[in-house]
């Protein structure tokens, strides 16, 4: 395929192109799609996949656009994509993400992409997972990926990348109770932000919260959870991500975790996709059969129970 | 006695009924404000004031009447027309020409460059010289800028907000060498940062060192310049934003009150400043309400300036310039233009402004020329010399309606400042980005109003003009400007003392880390030939420059069309577009270069976003290159580019060169909309522009437009 060639180039507009193909819900696309991603995934790059989340308001962007400029200033490239929570269920959307990452958008060794959430399972878009292979293949060794924290889609996102960071703000220790059941156990690292001014001591405090909640999640076989301080606005503690990226991903490797995550992520992906073929084949045929319509009426008429409809309806749909 | 009661009302009651056919109560129409207006108002409208005082007289508290007690009927309105343009030689002769007219004032427009803090040699700032504003690099220009214009007695006010430090230096300095020393200078320096977050986003650093700026100026000027005022405070540029004028007061005066308590930080009594404080209002197109609005303002003004313990009664007096509303005026049918304008000013007038601009007619399209000018100027010497309104003060005291309609106003108002308030003032306000976005929200209900033809503007959604006039427009050739600005920049690095230069920016820049008044080392750096952009440089050192987040509204527009054929018409073909292509339209909207004004920009993505097209927006003061980057990463369909700074013959073939050089195949389309002259489309076309919206320009059916042009552009694959 000429794409191909085209993206393993780094050509920009060709891996725009491809990564519409992969969102299109077009069937012609979808088709070109999966033979695509069939041939790029002979030919892997060497990317680091990094999900990051938070909730609204913890400047997650601003330390995207911090941490992304310094690891371009150290000659890294590095792809970005973005699920925008801004989309409506109905309309179209607005795309903000050009407003919030001024500087490194500017940069020839950045491609960035924004794609509206759609309301889609978790804020992960159809297709996130075949752009970042796109990306992979064009010779970026970080894929950012990132999602607004919504709770689900904390547990899909991780399931996309190598390495899963959640950015908090200063004063959430707090929440933590909260929101520590599911996402602690996906996360890898923990970034508290704006440490910085007056916020200082709050960040910190923070921080030692994190540390000692995090303490209770030790894996046997995982790295410890770590926990670090930053200040997107002052561009200060970004070595400190990158090293503890790269420590985890190290670690990883030797122990085999790193590839034992793929592994699983790709089941999770099959099942995934399977369960979707399924699901749209079933309700194709619901449809198509009119059982439903016709089985209410008759509970409603008292002749059969609620129980018994489905039973038989289940047993309709699924032998053919 | 209650005339509701009374027989006489009950008769007309019915009568108007019987008129109209519709009942008493059910005849109201709301404004933009959401204030109700009663066909017909009566003496118990004037009771339960909470803020008017009945029985008030010009010149005494609250001040509702106006500032004096004589107003006009001693001295009328100063005419000051706002200009600026091209070189500092250009711009001088235009002044000196009207003053010869019978002007009396000057107000220097500045270039978004100067406003920016940027020279004219900055690859930045490319499409942006001399375009709607005059080029100011140095002391040097200021001093051609005021050449053979005495500055002890010519009062001089200039819109300036983000370069501030430097060019009120430069006009410092550019006074002692024309030999008037600082204490004679008069005028007013914008200093309004606040609105700039707001509205017109032409700051440089972050809301609180910007505020520390303002507060060195007031504090220097209280101090060394008596007859200079400190401070415009502007709600002008909130009403053009798309503000009702509820907003623009409450925001305004909420935006003084910030100004006073960052002056009163410094140690200074409000005494000491508050007199010396200026207002600056739009008027626009609804009549009453704006004459209302400058009542009221002046009213909540004085019972806001007595709770700060204000003694002198001049701190209590709001005084204000007013200009006609830009926003007002159409590409379409565009003599219409004068007739608004008269109107407005008539408004301004009754309302009791200090000082007036009236916009030129052409001023929808492009920078006055010296014909359009002499009418604007004409329509306030006619006001003054045949209609006889200067003979009364406040003429429309005591009108059951006006009366009414300012208490109102003011009421409105003051829960807005009460809000603003609690949340902790404006800067506060501001940084959260509140105001902005209730202003977009007032702006986007507006535009959809007359998109949907609820409000009728003559000439443009009613009355059309079936032979639209041609209309002659000044034009500037900005790359000759800027190449005059580089040599005359070049010129000064060479016979300057490079060595103290450096110097007294070091100086700055240190001066900044601490609390010193950055004025003062300010005008050292300029007396030595700085730049505007170096010494605007040695401060972003340490406060950096600012970048604002933009949150956008969503489903306002929409909201209006509930039903409308129009739009679920471009609704229903976007969702055809979708099934067809698997996505949907997807647009860039952008602004380039150093124009800030986003509000069109902002309206287009909201309200294309509301009829299905998923929008992008991009960030404030792109490069051309960066938004080519952007644009073809998203795999976009078109670029839509807002352009109000005239900056578009540069920037747009430079958007279609970045396109090409990334991808030579490129097929996304791109459009204009904005103020562009006639003369221009042409030039547009011929370098590959699909499609040019003007101002006045109906979104829905440039929406329609756009989704057929990208539909055409696939099908051509």
């Known amino acids: 395929m000429e794409l191909v060639d085209k993206i393993i180039k780094g050509e920009r507009a060709a891996i725009a192109k491809a990564i519409t193909l992969v969102e299109s819900s077009k069937d012609t696309d979808q088709q070109i799609s999966r033979e695509l991603i069939s041939e790029l995934i002979k030919k892997p790059g060497k990317s680091i996949r990094v999900g990051f989340s938070g909730p609204p308001g913890v400047g997650k962007s601003t330390f995207i656009e911090s941490f992304g400029s310094y690891l371009v200033s150290q000659n890294y490239k590095l792809g970005i994509l973005a699920i925008d929570p801004s989309s409506q269920i109905t309309g179209g959307s607005i795309l903000g993400d050009k407003t919030r990452m001024v500087e490194i958008s500017k940069n020839p060794n950045t491609f960035i992409r924004s794609t509206p959430s759609r309301g889609t399972l978790g804020g992960i878009s159809m297709g996130t997972r075949e752009a970042s292979i796109i990306l992979d293949a064009a010779g970026y060794d970080f894929i950012f990926i990132e999602t607004v924290g919504v709770g689900q889609s904390e547990i899909v996102a991780s399931n996309l990348v190598d390495i899963f960071t959640l950015i908090v703000g200063p004063g959430s220790g707090d929440e933590l109770q909260g929101i520590k059941k599911g996402i602690t156990e996906y996360a890898d690292i923990f970034i508290v932000n704006k440490n910085d001014g007056e916020l200082k001591m709050e960040a910190s405090k923070t921080a030692a919260d994190y540390k000692s909640a995090l303490s209770y999640y030790k894996k046997l076989d995982a790295l410890e959870k770590q926990v670090l301080l930053v200040s997107a606005i002052e561009q200060t503690g970004m070595e400190d991500v990158i090293k503890t990226i790269n420590q985890i991903i190290d670690q990883n490797k030797l122990k085999g975790i790193f590839d034992e995550r793929r592994a699983d992520q790709l089941e999770y992906w099959i099942e995934e996709e399977v369960k979707n073929i399924i699901a749209s084949d079933i309700t194709k045929r619901l449809t198509s059969k009119g059982n439903i319509p016709k089985y209410s009426e008759k509970v409603m008429k008292n002749e059969m129970s609620m129980y018994e409809a489905v039973e038989t309806i289940t047993k309709d749909t699924l032998k053919q | ?717």
């Open chain 2, 1 to 717: 006695m209650t005339n509701k009661s009374n027989n006489g009302f009950n008769t007309w009651q019915k009568s108007f009924e019987k008129e109209t056919k519709k009942n008493f109560s059910d005849a109201k129409s709301e404004t933009d404000e959401g204030i109700d207006i009663k066909p017909v108002y009566t003496r118990d409208d004037l009771e339960n004031f909470s803020f008017v005082e009945n029985n008030s007289l010009p010149g005494q508290w609250p001040y509702t009447r106006g500032p004096k007690a004589s107003m006009y009927t001693n001295r009328p309105w100063t005419i000051r027309q706002y200009a600026g343009f091209s070189t500092a030689e250009e711009s001088n002769e235009f002044y000196k020409k009207n003053l010869e007219s019978g002007q009396k004032g000057l107000s220097v427009a500045f270039d978004l460059p100067t406003h920016r803090g940027y020279d004219s040699d900055d690859d930045l700032v490319m499409g942006d010289v001399g375009k709607a504003g005059v080029a100011i690099d140095t002391v040097e220009d200021m001093k051609i800028l005021f050449n053979n214009i005495p500055l002890d007695q010519m009062s001089v006010s200039m819109t300036m907000n983000g370069a501030v430090l430097p060019v009120l230096a430069s006009f410092i300095v550019a006074g002692e060498e024309q030999g008037v020393d600082k204490s004679l200078l008069s005028g007013t320096i914008q200093n309004d940062i606040l609105k700039e977050f707001m509205v017109r986003n032409t700051y440089i650093y972050p809301p609180e060192p910007s505020m520390k700026i303002v507060a060195d100026i007031i504090e220097f000027t209280s101090k060394e310049m008596p007859k200079f005022n400190s401070i415009s405070i502007s709600g002008y540029h909130m009403q053009e934003a798309g503000a009702d004028n509820v907003l623009e007061l409450a925001y305004t005066l909420a935006d003084g009150m910030e100004y006073v308590r960052a002056a009163m930080s410094k140690g200074l009594d409000v005494d000491d400043f508050a007199p010396r404080l200026s207002f600056f209002f739009a008027i626009g197109t609804d009549f009453f309400m704006e004459i209302a609005k400058l009542r009221a303002a002046r009213t909540l003004w004085a019972k806001i300036m007595k709770n700060f313990g204000a003694k002198n009664e001049r701190s209590l007096i709001l005084r204000t310039h007013c200009q006609t509303s830009g926003v007002s005026l159409t590409e379409k049918d565009p003599y219409n233009n004068i007739i608004r304008t008269s109107y407005e000013a008539l408004s301004a007038i009754l309302g009791g402004t200090q000082s007036l601009h009236t916009n030129s007619f052409d001023e929808a399209i492009a920078l006055p020329t010296d014909e359009s000018a002499r009418i604007a100027r004409n329509t306030q010497l006619i006001l003054q010399n045949e209609t006889g309104v200067t003979k009364t003060v406040d003429p429309l005291a005591g009108s059951y309606f006006v009366e009414n309609l300012t208490e109102e106003l003011s009421k409105k108002a003051w829960d807005i400042i009460t809000e603003i308030e609690e949340l902790g003032g404006m800067t506060k306000a501001v940084k959260a980005g509140i105001p902005k976005l209730k202003i977009e929200e007032s702006a986007t209900k507006k535009q959809a109003k007359v998109d949907s033809g609820s409000r009728v503007v003559v000439g443009v959604n009613k009355y059309k003009n079936p032979k639209e006039p041609s209309v002659d427009v000044r034009v500037i050739d900005n790359n000759r400007v800027r190449d005059d600005q580089i040599k005359k920049i070049q010129a000064i690095k060479k016979s300057r003392d490079t060595i103290a230069v450096e110097k007294a920016l070091t100086n700055l820049t240190n001066a900044a880390k601490d609390e010193t008044n950055l004025l003062i080392p300010c005008i050292e750096a300029i007396k030595l030939r700085a730049t505007v952009g170096e010494v605007s440089k040695a401060l972003e050192q340490v406060y950096g420059r600012h970048f604002a987040k933009s949150l956008s509204v969503s489903g306002v527009y929409g909201k209006h069309f509930e039903g409308d054929e129009e739009f679920m018409k471009v609704e229903s073909k976007i969702k055809e577009f979708e099934n067809l292509n698997g996505r949907r339209p997807r647009v860039l909207v952008v602004k380039m270069g150093q124009d800030g004004h986003d509000r069109g920009a902002k309206i287009v993505a909201t309200s294309f976003a509301d009829m299905g097209f998923d929008v992008d927006m991009g960030p404030l003061f792109q490069s051309p290159k960066d938004v080519a980057k952007d644009a073809i990463e998203n795999d976009v369909h078109a670029i839509g580019v807002s352009t109000l700074a005239a900056g578009h013959k540069t920037l747009v073939p430079e958007l279609m060169k970045g396109l090409k050089e990334i991808d030579p195949k490129s097929k996304i389309i791109v459009f204009v909309g904005g103020i562009i002259p006639e003369q221009d489309y042409d030039f547009l076309y011929e370098n590959n522009v699909s499609a040019i919206f003007g101002p006045g320009s109906n979104i829905i059916e440039s929406a329609e437009k756009v989704i057929d042009l990208i539909s055409d552009n696939l099908s051509k694959e």
